[in-house]
Nanobody
Framework: QVQLVESGGGLVQAGGSLRLSCAAS????????MGWFRQAPGKEREFVAA????????YYGDSVKGRFSIFRDVAKRTLYLHMNILKPEDTAVYYC????????????????????WGQGTQVTVSS
């Protein structure tokens, strides 16, 4: 069983940066594929980024490529999302998620791929 707790959200002006963290508990965090999703009011949950168990592979949603970066610190059992050049359309609740299996490029964007979810952290970007 994995428990995920996000932090680092807040209010930022357009063009600014934020770093989200996701602290994980559980004995097998280092073997999980990890992902970030976001959900804006009235919209479906959207894939943001994913990273393989060893950090060797990363995938990004088209809307965040070149601005966001995902990485994990296995020793600290923490997943991060660096967000740069933020835009008002990035406003959403951001969730981290864990998949017990290996990273599967054809499935990484689907919410149903992931076995565990955090409660989310709000990111608001003002124009």
């Amino acid at each position: 069983q994995v428990q995920l707790v996000e932090s680092g959200g807040g209010l930022v002006q357009a063009g600014g940066s934020l770093r989200l963290s996701c602290a994980a508990s559980g004995p097998t965090f280092s073997s999980y594929t990890m992902g970030w999703f976001r959900q804006a009011p009235g919209k479906e949950r959207e894939f943001v980024a994913a990273i393989s168990w060893n950090g060797g592979s990363t995938y990004y949603g088209d809307s965040v490529k070149g601005r966001f970066s995902i990485f994990r610190d296995v020793a600290k059992r923490t997943l991060y999302l660096h967000m740069n050049i933020l835009k008002p359309e990035d406003t959403a609740v951001y969730y981290c998620a864990a998949d017990e299996g290996p990273l599967r490029p054809d499935l990484v964007v689907r919410t149903t791929t992931y076995d565990y979810w955090g409660q989310g952290t709000q990111v608001t970007v003002s124009s």
